[in-house]
């Protein structure tokens, strides 16, 4: 009896010391491919995306810990499927709009750090699916925001441009199809609110570092008291429609 425990024993504490050394086995692989991949250029790691992209058909690319490149970006079309596009490093052109135009599915499309212009901008109209633009780094005028009236679909728009005044609240009225807007450190008066407020579909409104005053939130909250409203970053005290984010 005493010979099956000491053996059942045995067993058990080999089995532990296997257990130990596979999963230190398992962290050393782990910590070699991180190694490999921080080893790797961006434009290795973007072309690495795209393989997989399309082996897999996923629809949606993130790119969040490398830089990006125009040149980089030339390559997009090969995942012509693509839904959703979030490039958040890198300084990317206008030049970087004349291959993601040819994303004939793209929704959802975020770039930033990225000073596109005008021209970029009439690029992006081009896109007929998309659904949510979010540029928030932009050096585009007004001229450019009324190219998006070609984009049906157009829901959410975020977006900051220090070429941007008040004067845009008439150009982006005219952005019918928007559910969503916001703009970041953009001048917006008083009027410019009165304008963008009676947009018939706009359900939800966020203001960054405005130069709306306190009559004109009173006036909003008496005139349009279902709209969802943020004050640099933060719902209004008077926002009927303030909810908890988290």
Known sequence: ??????????????????????????????????????????????AALLAELSIQESRALEVTQFVVTDEMIENLPTVPWLETLILDEGRLTDQALDSIKQLSKL????????????????QISQIGSLWYLNLPHAECTAEGISYLQDLPSLRQLRLGSPRLGNEVSKVIAELSSLRSLHLIGIPITDEGLKILARMPRLQSLYLDDSMVT???????????????????????????????HN
């Open 214 to 244: 306190e009559d004109g939130w009173e006036w909003l909250f008496e005139e349009a008291p279902n709209l969802h409203v943020h004050v640099n970053q933060k719902h209004h005290d008077r926002d009927t429609q303030s909810h908890d």
């Open 107 to 122: 929704r959802h499309l975020r770039i930033r750090k990225s000073p596109i212009t005008d021209r970029g901008l009439k």
């Open 1 to 46: 009896m005493l010979g099956r425990r000491v053996l059942t024993l045995t067993i058990c504490l080999s089995s532990l010391a296997f257990g130990s050394w596979w999963i230190n086995k398992i962290s050393s692989l782990q910590s070699d491919l991180a190694e490999a991949e921080s080893t790797q250029s961006p434009s290795d790691q973007f």
